[in-house]
């Protein structure tokens, strides 16, 4: 088992959780994105950086994924092309997203996107706080207790 993350837009917090559970479960973390990164040095963790465009992050962890796999990751159409690959996915805010619900993510995802460009919908997500972080970290030591 790997972990694979889209490294760009995730939250410092995220990757450090990652950092210290890499050291301890022993499990590979990979940072893929379009620039450097500065990571602690590790042998269990890893960056790969891709040619800048839209969505090569992306479609670089989709094509590395293996069945098993965590992915984290903010983005719902990587999110759902990763468990079609037999990932699961972990958000910044602790949501799991697996089999049983990528679709109808990425369904609410579109619909949303759509209400945004239409002008029927304003904003974004809330800010990344606190109980955001508790609940990633839950979400992640419960999977690794499973699966590590």
């Known amino acids: 088992m790997r ?9 410092r917090a995220v990757k450090d959780m990652l950092y210290r559970a890499a050291e301890r479960v022993h499990v590979e973390v990979v940072l893929v994105a379009n620039q450097p990164l500065r990571f602690p040095r590790s042998r269990y963790v890893r960056s790969v950086v891709v040619g800048q465009g839209f969505d090569v992050a992306d479609e670089y962890i989709v094509e590395a994924v293996e069945p098993g796999d965590l992915i984290i990751t903010a983005d719902v ?4 092309a990763a468990v079609d690959r037999g990932g699961t996915v972990i958000d910044p805010r602790g949501d799991i997203i697996d089999a049983s619900n990528a679709a109808a993510r990425l369904t609410l995802r579109n ?9 029927e919908l304003m904003g974004g997500p809330s800010a990344y ?3 955001d972080k508790r609940k990633f970290a839950g979400a992640l030591d419960r999977y690794l ?3 590590a």
């Open 3 to 11: 972990i694979w993350v889209d490294a760009d837009a995730c939250p």
């Open 77 to 80: 159409p990587l999110a759902a």
């Open 111 to 119: 619909f949303m996107e759509q209400q945004r460009e239409s002008g």
């Open 129 to 131: 706080g606190d109980r």
């Open 145 to 147: 207790a499973r699966h």
